[in-house]
């Protein structure tokens, strides 16, 4: 299984980005997955987590109501639709899938399999 993620480039503050994970090597449907970032000299934290099925979501505290995460079985594709991004949002954006289907928690050894990373920059 790879992972690759995408979509990340530069936004100023206010503005939104969506970034994507496309798994490879196997069947989405098959994992639960999740987001994490990594901000320079920060270690790396949890995002968002969504089940196999899209139905359980869950979200950092300080990313919810301004972050969605959706994925798509059939294209094998995860996102990170990521609004009102403010200049704490700039990091790494990995995504990871667990073969735990329903887990949407922010436990790293919960997650199998990581994506090398997206950069998302956001300037005030």
């Known amino acids: 299984v790879q992972l690759q993620a995408s979509g990340g480039g530069s936004v100023q503050a206010g503005g939104s980005l969506r970034v994507s994970c496309v798994l490879s090597?196997?069947?989405?449907?098959?994992?639960?997955m999740g987001w994490f970032r990594q901000a320079p000299g920060k270690e790396r934290e949890f995002v968002a987590g969504?089940?196999?099925?899209?139905?359980?979501?869950n979200y950092v505290d300080s990313v919810k109501g301004r972050f969605i995460i959706s994925r798509d079985n059939d294209k094998n594709t995860v996102f990170l639709q990521m609004n009102r991004l403010n200049s704490e949002d700039t990091a790494v954006y990995y995504c990871?899938?667990?073969?735990?289907?329903?887990?949407?928690?922010?436990?790293?050894?919960?997650?199998?399999?990581w994506g090398q990373g997206t950069q998302v920059t956001v300037s005030s």
């Open positions: 990871a899938a667990g073969v735990h289907p329903y887990y949407t928690g922010g436990s790293e050894p919960n997650y199998d399999y």
């Open positions: 090597g196997g069947s989405l449907s098959t994992y639960a």
């Open positions: 969504i089940s196999w099925s899209g139905t359980m979501t």
